[in-house]
C-alpha cells in the first residue's frame, strides 16, 4: 500500500545505520591483513563512526530544525553513502578512519530526523504501528550484522560491507523524495531567560558546545587508546587528558553561558544535579560499553586464535543480539508497567552475570561453544533494560525538558562504547604483554600483545625460533584468553556498577507513576508520548528518544507534533 513507502524509506535508513555498528566487528581480521593495520587504527575504525555518532546526534538535531527534516535526513543518507564508497576504496587505514568518521556524521543526521519522518507522516494506530516496524528494524539491522558481515566478508571482500549501503542508500533517498512531504523549517528560538519560550526566528545550533563536547570526547578517547602503548606519564598522554579537561570546561561554560542568554544549549546541564537522571545516564553509557566494548577483541579472538571463517564469527556473536531482540519484542511492552529502576538495574546486573559466564568459560583452550550462554544471558539484560531506558529518562525531568533527556540517553550510549573500547584495548595489552613477558620467549611482549588484538597471532608464532614455535603457539593462545578474562571482569564490574547506581538512585516520578496507573486502569502500557504499546510501539527507545532529543536541542522542549507557541513556567522543576 502506498501509505506505507514513508516507513519503507525510513526503514531501510535505518538498516544501513545500525547495521554499520555491528558488521565492521567480523571483517576487522581482514582489514588488518589487507592495510596493514595496527590494533590502535582498527579501534578507531570502531570508534571515529560511535563518536561522530554520540558527538554530533543533537547538533544534528538542530540543523534539522533548522533546514528541514526531510532534506536533512535525504543529505544524511548522501553523506553516509558517499563515505561507505570512500571507506571500501580507502587504500589504507587512515582513510578508512577518516571515512568512517564522516559515515557518522551522516549516520547523525539520519538518526536524529528519522523518527520526525513517521510522526508527520503517520496518525493514531498507523503511527504506533510505523514505530513499531521501525523498532523491528534496528533490532534486525543489529542482529543481522556480524552474519551479514560474515557472508560477504568471506565470499567477496571487507569492502564490500560498505559497498552494500550504496544501492539501498539511492534506493531511500529515491523513495524519500516521492513520498515523504517536504516540511518547513521550524521557526523555534530557546527561553528568554526567565522560564519563558519565545517563537518567531528559526531554530538556532549549539556549534560551540557541539565542538567542545566533540574535542573531549575525541580526546578522552585517545588518551586511553595512546596511554597503554606510551605510558600514563608520558608527555604526550599528559597532554591528551590535558585538552581533555580544557574541553570540559570549556563545554561547561559554554552551556552556562547560552542557557543564561536565553539561548538553546547543547545539553541542560543542570538535569546532572537531579540523582535519577545522573543515575540514568550512567547506566546508559554503562550498558553499552559493558555489553558491547568487548565484542571487536572476541571476534578478532574467534579468527585469529580458533581460525573460525567470518561467517563462522559471525554466528558465534548473534547470541547477544539475538536475545536481546526477542526479550525486547517479547516482554518490552511488559517492563512498561514496572518502576522503571527494576527492569534497567536488573538488566545491567545481567549484563554483568553474561560477562562473568563468559569469564568462566575463556581458558587457552576454550572453542566457540564457551560465548553462547554468556552472550545470551547479556542479550537477555540488554533486552530488559534498553526498553525503558529512554521513558524513564524523559520521565525523571520537567515536561518541558523531555526532548534533551531523551536525546542524552542516546548520546551516553554511543559515548559509552566508544570509550568501552579505548579502556578494553588497553586491558587487554596490559594484561597479555604480562604474560607473554612471563617466559622470555618473545622480545618484545608489549609490540606482541599489540599484534595479538590485531589478529596477527600467526605472524607472532612465525616469527619464533623452529624450535620455540610449538611453546610460541600455546604461550599464544595462553595471552589471549588471558587478556580476554581480564576484559570480561572489567566489563562485569563496569555493569555491575551501572546497575546498583540505577537501582539505588533511581526512583519513579510522579508522571511515571500516573502512567503506570493509567496502563493498569485501562489494560495497556503507555509511554511518555502517549502512544499505546499496543499499536506496535514497544521496545523502540531510539524512537522517542532520538526524536525528543531531536526537539529539545533546537530548544523544543515541547511534545511531538504541536506547534510554535509562548510557554511560561518553563523553569519550573518537578
Not at 592495510?35 to 570502531?46: D, E, H, K, N, P
Not at 538535569?271 to 566494548?293: D, I, V
Not at 538488566?347 to 560477562?355: E, F, K, R, W
Request: charged residues 10%.
Amino acid at each position: 500500500m502506498r501509505k506505507w513507502w514513508p516507513l519503507t524509506a525510513v526503514c531501510l535508513g535505518a538498516f544501513i545505520l545500525l547495521v554499520d555498528v555491528t558488521i565492521v566487528n567480523v571483517a576487522l581480521p581482514s582489514m588488518a591483513a589487507d592495510l596493514g593495520a595496527s590494533f590502535t587504527s582498527l579501534q578507531w575504525v570502531i570508534d571515529g563512526y560511535a563518536l561522530a555518532l554520540a558527538a554530533l546526534l543533537l547538533a544534528s538535531g538542530s540543523l534539522a530544525d533548522r533546514f528541514g527534516q526531510r532534506r536533512s535526513y535525504v543529505c544524511g543518507l548522501g553523506v553516509f553513502g558517499l563515505a561507505s564508497l570512500a571507506c571500501g576504496l580507502a587504500p589504507d587505514a587512515e582513510v578508512l578512519i577518516a571515512a568512517r568518521v564522516v559515515q557518522g556524521v551522516g549516520g547523525a543526521a539520519m538518526f536524529a530526523t528519522a523518527p520526525a519522518l513517521l510522526l508527520t507522516s503517520y496518525q493514531g494506530r498507523d503511527r504506533g504501528t510505523a514505530f513499531g516496524v521501525w523498532g523491528a528494524a534496528n533490532g534486525a539491522a543489529a542482529a543481522a550484522g556480524p552474519l551479514l558481515g560474515g557472508l560477504l566478508t568471506e565470499h567477496f571482500s571487507w569492502p564490500t560491507i560498505f559497498w552494500v549501503n550504496l544501492p539501498i542508500a539511492a534506493v531511500a533517498i529515491t523513495t524519500t523524495l516521492r513520498v515523504v512531504r517536504a516540511d518547513r523549517p521550524a521557526q523555534l528560538v530557546g527561553t528568554s531567560g526567565h522560564g519563558v519560550r519565545l517563537a518567531g526566528t528559526r531554530a538556532r545550533v549549539d556549534i560551540p558546545g557541539a565542538t567542545a563536547f566533540t574535542i573531549a570526547a575525541a580526546t578522552l578517547t585517545c588518551g586511553l587508546i595512546r596511554g597503554g602503548e606510551v605510558g600514563w606519564a608520558s608527555v604526550e598522554t599528559l597532554t591528551t587528558f590535558a585538552v581533555t579537561a580544557s574541553a570540559l570546561i570549556a563545554f561547561v561554560v559554554i552551556e552556562h553561558r547560552t542557557a543564561r542568554r536565553g539561548g538553546v544549549p547543547m545539553m541542560d546541564l543542570t538535569l546532572l544535579r537531579r540523582p535519577s537522571f545522573a543515575a540514568l545516564m550512567s547506566g546508559a553509557l554503562l550498558l553499552q560499553g559493558g555489553a558491547f566494548g568487548c565484542l571487536v577483541l572476541v571476534s578478532l579472538w574467534l579468527q585469529s586464535m580458533l581460525g573460525l571463517s567470518p561467517v563462522g564469527a559471525g554466528l558465534a556473536l548473534t547470541p547477544l543480539a539475538g536475545a536481546s531482540f526477542l526479550v525486547a519484542a517479547v516482554a518490552g511492552r511488559h517492563l512498561q508497567r514496572l518502576a522503571p529502576h527494576l527492569p534497567i538495574g536488573v538488566g545491567l546486573l545481567s549484563v554483568a552475570v553474561g560477562m562473568l559466564v563468559l569469564r568462566a568459560g575463556m581458558t587457552a583452550d576454550a572453542g566457540q561453544t564457551a560465548l553462547m550462554g554468556g552472550l545470551a544471558v547479556t542479550g537477555t539484560g540488554v533486552g530488559l533494560a534498553t526498553p525503558v531506558l529512554v521513558s524513564a529518562a524523559t520521565s525523571s525531568v520537567p515536561a518541558q525538558q523531555a526532548g534533551m533527556a531523551g536525546g542524552a540517553v542516546n548520546t551516553f550510549r554511543q559515548l559509552g562504547m566508544t570509550l568501552a573500547i579505548a579502556v578494553f584495548g588497553t586491558v587487554f595489552t596490559s594484561r597479555a604483554a604480562a604474560v607473554l613477558a612471563g617466559t622470555g620467549t618473545v622480545r618484545d611482549p608489549q609490540k606482541g600483545a599489540s599484534a595479538l588484538a590485531a589478529g596477527q597471532a600467526r605472524r607472532l608464532v612465525d616469527a619464533a625460533p623452529a624450535a620455540d614455535r610449538g611453546a610460541v603457539h600455546q604461550l599464544v593462545h595462553t595471552a589471549f584468553a588471558t587478556g580476554l578474562d581480564r576484559v570480561f571482569l572489567t566489563s562485569a564490574l563496569a555493569a555491575a556498577i551501572g546497575g546498583l547506581i540505577v537501582l539505588f538512585f533511581v526512583r519513579p516520578s510522579h508522571r511515571t507513576a500516573a502512567g503506570h496507573a493509567t496502563a493498569r486502569e485501562q489494560g495497556t502500557p503507555k509511554d511518555d508520548a502517549g502512544q499505546s504499546a499496543k499499536d506496535g510501539w514497544q521496545g523502540t527507545d531510539d524512537a522517542e528518544g532520538v526524536e525528543t532529543g531531536r526537539r529539545a536541542a533546537a530548544g523544543d522542549g515541547r511534545k511531538h507534533g504541536a506547534g510554535p507557541r509562548l510557554e511560561a513556567g518553563t523553569a519550573q522543576q518537578s
